[in-house]
């Protein structure tokens, strides 16, 4: 079976600095995906960016990019120039490459930013 | 616009009751997907379903049941077999579940309470 950590339950960070939120997983799965997800108050969950682990390439979503370390099972958030809409929490999650869909995700951190 | 739409809001249930949580979604989605979420902690996987009349069981199905007896519903019971329900239920769906690089879209959740 696969697991996520997310290792910081909580983190801040001032406006318009960088924040990096950590990820690790464990698997023996060569071919899977990993996300992470925004839950800001409002509660709906949101996609914030996706990595497929064949890519070498670390992905990048306008202000949004990860550091993916496939032999070290780590695949961290950093958040540039960080916002107060950027308030929620944070998961990460993995998804099997033939898992039709199923996900697991980690616990979650909560990021507070702070004008 | 298209989306996930889960009702009610908010949910009461008393003990001995089954309770029935709705969700809609209009994106043409093939999989869908009932989490429960706890405060402090992620996601959990109760029952998933990749086709219509086809469901299967997550990590944490024990007291609860659903049917998907068309493509856009997917309705979660909480029976009274379920001891502890309080919780917070999020429903989702994504596009096909054997393009497993296609994250999951989220609805806005149903916060269920014991009375």
């Known amino acids: 079976a696969q697991t996520v950590t997310q290792s910081q339950p909580e983190m801040s960070v001032q406006e318009a600095e960088t924040v990096t939120l950590s990820c690790t997983y464990d698997t023996s799965e060569n071919n899977y995906y990993l996300f992470w997800y925004k839950q800001p108050p409002s509660r709906q969950m949101i996609l914030v960016i996706r990595?497929?682990?064949?890519?070498?390439q670390n992905a990048t979503e306008n202000r949004f990019s990860v550091n993916f370390q496939k032999a070290a099972k780590s695949f961290s958030l950093k958040i540039s120039d960080s916002q107060l809409g950027d308030t929620a929490m944070y998961f990460c999650a993995f998804m099997k490459g033939t898992n039709a869909g199923k996900s697991t995700f980690g616990d979650g951190t909560t990021l507070t930013v702070k004008p | 616009d298209g989306g996930i739409t889960q009702s009610p809001k908010y949910l009461f249930r008393k003990e001995g009751q089954n309770v029935t949580l709705s969700c809609e979604q209009n994106?043409?989605?093939?999989?869908m997907y009932w989490y429960r979420q706890d405060p402090g902690q992620g996601l959990r996987l109760i029952y998933y379903?990749?086709?219509?009349?086809?469901?299967q069981k997550g990590d944490i199905a024990e007291g609860y049941s659903v049917s998907r007896e068309k493509k856009e519903s997917f309705p979660l019971t909480v029976t009274s077999a379920q001891k502890n329900p309080t919780a917070f239920y999020l429903c989702?769906?994504?596009?096909?579940?054997?393009?497993?690089?296609?994250?999951?879209?989220f609805g806005d959740g149903t916060r269920l309470s014991i009375l």
């Open positions: 379903s990749q086709i219509v009349n086809d469901f």
């Open positions: 989702a769906s994504s596009i096909d579940p054997r393009q497993s690089n296609q994250p999951q879209h």
């Open positions: 990595q497929e682990a064949y890519k070498q």
């Open positions: 994106l043409n989605h093939d999989a």
